[in-house]
């Protein structure tokens, strides 16, 4: 059996934290730098990178903000627990996380995360919903600015991490937005979407993914695609 690596995006795929980064980092900026109402200026569809980018340049944070980097992570993570912990409708995704135990007791399998977060933002989510153990590899939004980016980085750390040369007809990219199908296509990886997210089905529908599920509540569904 061949070795198969499967990456998951995070927001929309797995977990349901809707608005919880954008309301943490709003909180953060006005507690550092004083600047608040930023929340309703993010893009969603960047990574965070992106957004702190547009940010810096927008308020002209340039030249201190990577000084207190670590004050930022610090407090960002501080609030994001606050954030999801408080929001009603935190939840993990259908057929979370057995999908994932399911693949991670599958020798042959290997699993990474690619998601558009900074990695602080996603291990303290991750944490919160007990899925750490899942993903010890990933690609995040720290430096990066496009989601493909962010996929081939998880890719290229998780053969370095698992010491196992992935073929890309062996890669697995599963996610609930086009631009994540489209960017795993470009990449020669297969895609599976998930109607679970943010984008609506037409759209998702459009990016002509390899499979496409409704969610994954239904395991045996799924099980078939890793067979061979």
Known sequence: MRSKLIIFDLDGTIIDVYGCGRKALDRTMAEMYKIVGISDEINLSKTDYGVIIYLLNKYNLEGIFFKRIDEFYSIYSKELKIEIKNYKNSRLMPGFPEILEYLKNNPFNYLALAT????????????YFKLDKYFPVGGYGDKLLTKKDVILNGYINAIEYYKTSFKKVNVFVIADTAGDINAAKELGFNSIAVKTGFDDNEKLIQSEPDWIFNDFSNLEEFEGILKN
């Open 116 to 127: 558009g977060n900074m990695k602080i933002g996603a291990i303290t989510k991750m944490n």
